[in-house]
């Protein structure tokens, strides 16, 4: 059963537009409750959201399908993403969704769901739900007495807060520390001061004012440039930067150096196997994952286990594996011991134990491994003109794709992909060579281009 409403991570596209609109909203709540009813029990759904202006669009939509279904609705207001995955769980809930685009502009926005047991759909539960979507609800619909109610929890906010402490070890306090956290204006401005400060840290908060637009504009995990000004000028020990739902984490030092997803997975991972915590000595990653942590880990005797992009398939991998240590280069840390999906906060608290255990500013344990020159440029394509699919299918493409491949041989990796989330064709080359990393990556985006322009024009002319 395909899939064409679902993306690498939910459904996505922008507000007030399909598929973000109030009725498809409101016809995959009805769908996916049918798909999550099970038994005579009351059923529960949780929603949080994030601080887009649409989420005012999307949530009673989403509200009122489930409850159309007879489910109960628990609304949680602006909440992280993995603090919606927890609290369905901790509710003994049935569904959890959430409301956001993630790192995406505040014009976009989304639908993640989540099962009964705090993980994300899998392909073939939403190629269900999908195809749910397209049939009549008429008989499925509760009875008047059978209706579902809403209400909301008002102490969501501090559920999750004392969740995340207690993945931080007790004997440790943030004293002396000062951290500045980019909230990115977006549904972690409330909770991730707080649980700096009960920690013990001086809390220096950078966008922390949402205003419904301003969410990831110039700044959060995407846009680190403003962090670093401020590490820089506060004097700061190091500064943590989370995305609009806080899924993700960036981090700059106290010089002011960047640190990525993959930096955080080396220096977590390295410590939790030197404590004999890292299960199945291995660390799942993306094929986007840098070589330098392949090789890194490789020295620790710990193996990277990589799978497509998009931090749903590193958990169904560590799920399967029985790894407990994943996540990918744009920041998502899933750490299994305590979360099922990716949670910046916890990826950011277990960083900062190795602070407070070794002693050493952040510039000397934040950065394990020299990464391997790496060159990613995205290529966007017209999808009313030509499609990422038939643009990489054409024969030119293809014979760029092996020369490429060729010329790399052993010293490096060739990745190019179409987004799951957005119509671009991404092209990333990596390897020991910069001026041969530079060089193959744009002869490759120069030939994409031309035959993106090459299958529009044919479109057009086919056209009548």
């Known amino acids: 059963m395909s899939r064409s409403l679902f993306g690498t991570d939910g459904i996505r596209g922008t507000a007030n537009r399909e598929p973000m609109t109030a009725?498809?909203?409101?016809?995959?709540?009805?769908?996916?409750?049918?798909?999550?009813?099970?038994?005579?029990?009351?059923?529960?759904?949780?929603?949080?959201?994030?601080?887009?202006?649409?989420?005012y669009l999307l949530e009673p939509a989403l509200t009122a399908g489930l409850v159309s279904m007879g489910m109960d609705v628990v609304l949680l207001g602006p909440l992280p993403t993995p603090a919606v995955a927890m609290l369905t769980r901790s509710l003994r809930a049935d569904l959890g969704v959430m409301i956001s685009a993630s790192h995406n502009p505040y014009e976009d926005n989304g639908i993640k769901l989540f099962g009964p047991d705090g993980y994300k759909l899998s392909d073939v539960v939403e190629a269900e739900i999908e195809h749910r979507i397209a049939e009549p609800?008429?008989?499925?619909?509760?009875?008047?007495?059978?209706?579902?109610?809403?209400?909301?929890?008002?102490?969501?906010?501090?559920?999750?807060?004392?969740f995340v402490k207690q993945t931080f070890p007790r004997q440790l306090r943030l004293d002396d520390l000062r951290i500045v956290v980019d909230c990115a204006h977006g549904a972690a401005y409330r909770v991730a001061p707080q649980v700096l400060f009960e920690l013990g840290a001086t809390v220096i908060p950078l966008a922390v004012q949402p205003d419904g637009f301003n969410i990831n504009r110039g700044c959060g995990a995407t846009a680190p440039a403003a962090l670093v000004d401020e590490v820089r000028r506060e004097g700061a020990d190091l500064g943590l930067a989370l995305d609009g739902d806080a899924d993700r984490l960036i981090v700059v030092d106290e010089t002011g150096a960047v640190l990525d997803g993959d930096q955080v997975m080396a220096r977590v991972a390295a410590s939790w196997a030197a404590a004999g915590r890292l299960r199945g000595s291995a660390v799942v990653a993306t094929v986007m994952s840098n070589l330098g942590l392949e090789r890194f880990l490789g020295g620790l005797g710990i193996d990277l286990v990589r799978t497509p992009v998009g931090d749903?398939?590193?958990?169904?991998m560590m799920r399967a594996r029985g790894f407990n240590v994943g996540g990918e280069q744009s920041g998502?840390?899933?750490?299994?011991?305590?979360?099922?999906?990716?949670?910046?906060?916890?990826?950011?608290?277990?960083?900062?134990?190795?602070?407070?255990?070794?002693?050493?500013?952040?510039?000397?344990?934040?950065?394990?491994?020299?990464?391997?020159?790496?060159?990613?440029?995205?290529v966007r394509i017209d999808p009313a003109a030509a499609s990422a699919s038939a643009v990489l299918a054409r024969p030119e493409v293809q014979r760029a794709i092996a020369e490429a491949e060729h010329r790399l041989s052993a010293s490096g990796r060739l990745l190019i992909r179409k987004s799951g989330t957005e119509p671009v064709i991404r092209v990333m080359a990596e390897g020991d060579d910069p001026a041969l990393v530079d060089e193959i990556v744009q002869d490759l985006v120069g030939e994409i281009a031309r035959a993106a322009d090459a299958g529009a024009f044919a479109g057009a002319k086919a056209r009548p």
């Open 137 to 162: 609800f008429a008989p499925d619909l509760a009875a008047p007495d059978r209706l579902g109610r809403a209400s909301r929890l008002d102490d969501a906010v501090g559920r999750y807060i004392e």
């Open 312 to 316: 749903r398939h590193v958990v169904e």
């Open 332 to 378: 998502h840390i899933i750490l299994s011991d305590y979360a099922t999906t990716g949670d910046g906060l916890i990826a950011a608290l277990q960083l900062l134990a190795v602070i407070r255990e070794t002693g050493r500013p952040l510039s000397e344990v934040g950065r394990p491994f020299d990464p391997v020159p790496q060159r990613l440029t995205n």
């Open 23 to 55: 009725e498809t909203a409101l016809r995959v709540a009805m769908a996916t409750a049918l798909r999550f009813r099970r038994g005579d029990h009351r059923h529960r759904a949780v929603i949080g959201k994030d601080t887009r202006l649409s989420g």
